[in-house]
């Protein structure tokens, strides 16, 4: 059985080192002194992304063979409440407990006899859940209020252009070559034969078809 220090970070400022640090000294208090550290960049508002190394693990605790797992921040494991649930139920099942530096107040419920235990932790874990997914709407609705436009052009608070870019002049005309050369052509087939996705096609064909119909 061992332990696990399991990192995650989502942008090039996080430093991993800052959550290493804080998981280390939390370790020492739970007198959990040996432990492996697994370190992976993806962004926490990417739930459903391939996490390779976060995957790893969880072959590890289902195979029995991890006891303690521990995380800077819950939001390190998953932001959607019903999946960190399900993974603490998992880890449940398989006699390996969460820790989080952030969230340390949680190893008291630990003590708690059962059945009162899993209720307490359940609410509070619903709780947690609720806060994570409401701080990141909060978060989305910031950057999206900070959206401008300027000039008929859509930029972020940064200055970045926002929205899919314009398609090139060059493309727009192979697109109405092809369609004017074969209009029967499929729009799967004038896509491969543009290298333009079907969606994008598929709004300039139209277009198309209506100057030429005008």
Known sequence: MKTIIYLRTSTEEQNPENQLKDCKYFSEGLNLKEFEVFQEKQSAFKDDSKREVFN?????????????????????????????????????????????????????????????????????????????????????????????????VTKSYKGNKWGRKKLSPQKLTKIKECYQNNPNATIRKIALETGVSRSVVHKYLHEIKEGISK
């Open 56 to 152: 790893s693990i969880l072959k590890e605790i289902k195979k029995g063979k991890v006891d303690h797992i521990i995380v800077w921040d819950w939001d390190r494991l998953f932001r959607n409440r019903k999946k960190l649930i399900s993974f603490f139920e998992l880890c449940k099942i398989y006699k390996c407990k969460i820790h989080s530096s952030r969230q340390g107040y949680f190893e008291d419920f630990y003590k708690i006899p059962a059945p009162f235990d899993e209720i307490v932790s359940n609410l509070v874990l619903n709780l947690m859940g609720h806060m994570a997914e409401e701080e990141s709407k909060k978060k989305s609705e910031r950057v999206k209020a900070a959206v401008r436009q300027k000039n008929g």
